[in-house]
């Protein structure tokens, strides 16, 4: 049976041991939570700096990327086109009405009064003076004959080259595939129907589109009658 001193000197170890292990965990929480407070702050820190570098390095790489896909975008957008849509259509009005007028003329036609008009579409070097002009020889004699009339239609079908002469300065140019339809009579009753399709060049001058060259692309129904077949 133990005396009431060794009673004593163990309840004294044993508030020791207690008192040694609260002291150790008030040590450890308070080192704990001191961790904790001081990493806290400088995670909040770090996300707080790390968010907005991130966020500008972000929005940066991203607008300089961005930038730079727009800058090109916009450097795209802000060159001007070689021609704009109304311009192809002047173009391509242009080639229809000096085809549509090579092949419209009739028996009584003189060629000087009736080629002018056309030579105005054009741009009058001597190479289209040369190539506006009626029939000749025995196509136009055979024509006065027969009391002959043509009347052409023509119809841009595809643009073939869009282009632009940076280096002498010739301006903006459009080749396109026209279709030309020409009906011919004669003595008053209709004969045959040709068709040819045509490379007819465009220039713009002067702001003006003016036809440059052509040239025959294609042989369709030429000679063709309304009555073949029958």
């Known amino acids: 049976m133990e005396s009431p001193a060794e009673n004593k000197r163990s309840a004294a170890l044993a508030l020791a041991v207690?008192?040694?292990?609260?002291?150790?965990?008030?040590?450890?929480?308070?080192?704990?939570?001191?961790?904790d407070d001081t990493k806290n702050p400088s995670d909040g820190k770090a996300a707080g700096t790390s968010s907005p570098g991130t966020g500008?390095?972000?929005s940066g790489g991203g607008g300089n990327g961005g930038a730079g896909q727009q800058t090109g975008a916009k450097g795209a957008d802000a060159?001007?086109?070689i021609v704009t849509a109304e311009e192809l259509g002047e173009a391509h009005r242009a080639m229809a009405a000096y085809m549509s007028g090579l092949g419209?003329?009739?028996?009584?036609?003189?060629n000087a009064a009736w080629a002018k008009p056309l030579l105005e579409?054009?741009?009058?070097?001597?190479?289209?003076?040369?190539?506006?002009?009626?029939?000749?020889?025995?196509?136009?004699?055979?024509?006065?004959?027969?009391?002959?009339?043509?009347?052409?239609?023509?119809?841009?079908?595809?643009?073939g080259m869009i282009?632009?002469?940076?280096?002498?300065?010739?301006?903006?140019?459009?080749?396109?595939?026209?279709?030309l339809?020409?009906?011919?009579?004669?003595?008053?009753?209709?004969?045959?129907?040709?068709?040819?399709?045509?490379?007819?060049?465009?220039?713009?001058?002067?702001?003006?589109?003016?036809?440059?060259?052509?040239s025959l692309q294609g042989l369709g129904n030429v000679g063709a009658s309304d009555k073949a077949g029958e």
């Open 56 to 58: 500008t390095g972000t």
């Open 181 to 214: 339809t020409a009906t011919r009579s004669e003595n008053g009753k209709e004969t045959r129907t040709e068709t040819n399709s045509w490379l007819v060049s465009c220039r713009k001058q002067s702001g003006v589109w003016r036809v440059s060259t052509f």
């Open 104 to 110: 419209t003329y009739k028996y009584t036609d003189q």
């Open 163 to 179: 282009a632009q002469d940076l280096v002498n300065g010739g301006g903006s140019l459009v080749s396109s595939v026209v279709s």
């Open 121 to 159: 579409l054009t741009v009058g070097d001597d190479q289209m003076k040369g190539q506006t002009a009626l029939p000749t020889g025995k196509d136009w004699a055979n024509c006065q004959a027969a009391r002959c009339s043509s009347v052409g239609k023509a119809t841009v079908v595809r643009d």
């Open 18 to 35: 207690l008192g040694v292990l609260l002291i150790a965990s008030l040590v450890m929480l308070t080192v704990f939570n001191g961790d």
């Open 79 to 81: 060159v001007p086109p």
